[in-house]
């Protein structure tokens, strides 16, 4: 099983990016997905998460209205769209995958322990 995730890249504060995360190997069109970042020097957080049918979408405060979660399951895709983009959203971005445990609580699904596979990361630097 693997997530690969792709579209980091530099940009400047203000801009956009458009991650996307492929998964293969197995579906997970049943199964929570979430996206979590790591900034240098800081623990990985939370970033957004969505329901296995993208009915419902979470996310952390600090990107709120800001980043948009979505997700294919026909493509067994995930996107996170980053707009007004910050310095300070400056990390490595990862994509994770419930594997079937459950999730049902919203507090759960800023949880990491609550994803079992996990991206290699994509990393976004935003330039002030």
């Known amino acids: 099983v693997q997530l690969q995730a792709s579209g980091g890249g530099l940009v400047q504060a203000g801009g956009s990016l458009r991650l996307s995360c492929a998964a293969s190997?197995?579906?997970?069109?049943?199964?929570?997905m979430g996206w979590f970042r790591q900034a240098p020097g800081k623990e990985r957080e939370f970033a957004a998460a969505?329901?296995?049918?993208?009915?419902?979408?979470y996310y952390a405060d600090s990107v709120k209205g800001r980043f948009t979660i979505s997700r294919d399951n026909a493509k067994n895709m995930v996107y996170l769209q980053m707009n007004s983009l910050k310095p300070e959203d400056t990390a490595v971005y990862y994509c994770?995958?419930?594997?079937?445990?459950?999730?049902?609580?919203?507090?759960?699904?800023?949880?990491?322990?609550?994803?079992?596979?996990w991206g290699q990361g994509t990393e976004v630097t935003v330039s002030s």
């Open positions: 190997g197995r579906t997970f069109i049943r199964n929570a």
């Open positions: 994770a995958a419930n594997g079937g445990g459950s999730v049902y609580y919203p507090r759960e699904y800023y949880d990491p322990r609550k994803y079992d596979y």
């Open positions: 969505i329901t296995w049918n993208g009915a419902i979408t």
